[in-house]
């Protein structure tokens, strides 16, 4: 047997309406907040993400599937959607648009990382970018839809937490007094953080390891280094917040693993998925259109993650997102196969949602097929009820049953659906 790659899903009829519902609410929000779908490619140059994401992040150092094309050009599967995205961006000239760019995505993201309960290597994400807008009301936005979105699926024990990064010019400020500190305290970091010192140190105050939070708990802070500017940028952001009523708590701890954002990043936790708590996260990145070669453009987005969603995602959701429950069909004999035939199909054409098992069955493995898949009527006609000119349509709750004539069988059961 040839199985599926580790880390990577297959997404079973039985999951997939947890997920519709979750892109459903994800779209419509997204509609509502005046974001457009773009739908970029899967894989790309990998300089794109290097470039962007960062070389000494986790990401590019250790987690992208990166192989040689036929000409040897070096190709990535995307592990985020911002790269490609920014790309896309600029080689459209979408800069030249006169109104702000604003795009949201769907789509499997690809990292090669341990996989665990909400952590896999093929992974999908829902992602916003707001391109074009210097103002905290940008910000505000971004922020506000995805907690519109998250509260729309009612999952629980959510924190937002936020974060000022300040400009690259304060982190360059706060760097040294964070790499003092953390030399001081070297022997005490995990191997990664050791690493991470010298490579990315503000990666170190986002470590998860008990020690090394420990160490960074009493480490100078950067919220001391922040220029005017971007503390008065943040303040505006966070009275914004309140304003539009989004609860937030700060984490002056709070980065993110990829080097792009500045100013205002954020990500949003749930108290009860374990060790993998991140449900998305975001901020803003005013340099990375610049970076990739494109004219100065401010910009600020999200990533979510649909694995992790879907975990938090309450059954009762899932339930009310069900009352479209499906019709069974159990025609049988000679002409109540052919009646139950056309009844399927009128009936699907009359917009109801019909179901049948075409294997010859008898009426009570019909029966048990129809509460198998979970169906609340079901529509018997065999060779005698075509004689009559009638079906028999069976509450598969209550066991009632009525007569419904073969000739007009949407219509009667339409007034039958009505009434019950
Ligand atoms: P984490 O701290 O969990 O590794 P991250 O900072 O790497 O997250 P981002 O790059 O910000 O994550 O991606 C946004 C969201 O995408 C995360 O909050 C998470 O829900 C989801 N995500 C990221 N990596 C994975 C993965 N390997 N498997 C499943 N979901 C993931
Ligand atoms: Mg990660």
């Known amino acids: 047997m040839i199985k599926g790659i580790k880390g990577v899903k297959d997404l079973l009829p039985e999951e997939s309406p947890r997920w519709r519902l979750i892109e459903e609410a994800a779209r419509r929000w997204a509609g509502r907040y005046g974001f457009h779908e773009i739908r970029i490619p899967i894989f790309e140059v990998t300089t794109l993400f290097a470039r962007s994401i960062g ?53 499997p993201m690809f990292r090669h990382e341990r996989p665990q309960a909400g952590r896999l290597r093929q992974f999908h994400q829902f992602g916003v970018e707001s391109l074009g807008m210097a103002d905290p009301q940008a910000d505000i936005e971004v922020i506000a839809l995805l907690w519109r979105i998250l509260s729309d699926l009612d999952l629980p024990g959510l924190t937002l937490e936020i974060n000022n990064l300040g400009y690259t010019a304060d982190r360059d400020i706060y760097r040294p007094h964070l790499v003092s500190y953390l030399k001081q305290h070297e022997s005490g970091l995990c191997a990664n953080c050791r690493h991470r010192v010298d490579a990315n140190p503000l990666r170190v105050l986002d470590c998860k390891v008990p020690d090394c939070r420990a160490i960074t708990e009493t480490a100078p802070r950067l919220s001391d280094s922040l220029s005017e500017t971007a503390r008065s940028y943040f303040t505006r952001v966070l009275s914004g917040l309140d304003v539009v009523k989004i609860p937030y708590s700060l984490n002056h701890r709070l980065v ?47 990533a979510i993650g649909l694995e992790r969603m ?12 069900q009352k479209d429950m499906p019709l069974y069909v159990a025609g049988f004999g000679d ?35 129809a509460d198998r898949l ?19 349509l069976r509450d598969m709750e209550t066991k009632v049953q009525h007569d419904v004539g073969l000739s007009s069988i949407t219509l009667r059961i339409l007034s039958l659906l009505a009434g019950s």
């Open 55 to 107: 070389a000494s992040t986790d990401i590019v150092e250790k987690e992208m599937y990166t192989f040689q094309d036929r000409d040897g050009t070096s190709l990535t599967l995307r592990p985020e959607g911002t790269a490609g995205t920014v790309r896309a961006y600029i080689e459209h000239n979408r800069a030249a648009i006169p109104v702000p760019q604003k795009y949201f995505y769907f789509g």
């Open 256 to 302: 993110r693993g990829l080097d792009y954002y500045n100013l205002t990043t954020f990500e949003v936790t749930a108290a009860n998925l374990g060790a993998q708590n991140a449900v998305g996260a975001g901020g803003r990145y005013d340099g990375l259109v610049e970076t990739l070669g494109g004219p100065s453009t401010p910009a600020v987005g999200f």
């Open 310 to 321: 879907s975990m938090l995602l309450p059954e009762s959701a899932i339930i009310n997102a």
């Open 335 to 369: 002409h109540g196969t052919v009646a139950g035939l056309m009844a399927l199909e009128e009936l699907r054409l009359a917009g109801f949602h019909a179901v049948a098992d075409f294997r010859s069955l008898t009426l009570k493995a019909h029966l048990r097929q």
């Open 374 to 392: 979970k169906c609340r009527f079901t529509l018997i006609i065999g060779d005698d009820e075509v004689v009559k000119g009638s079906a028999i």
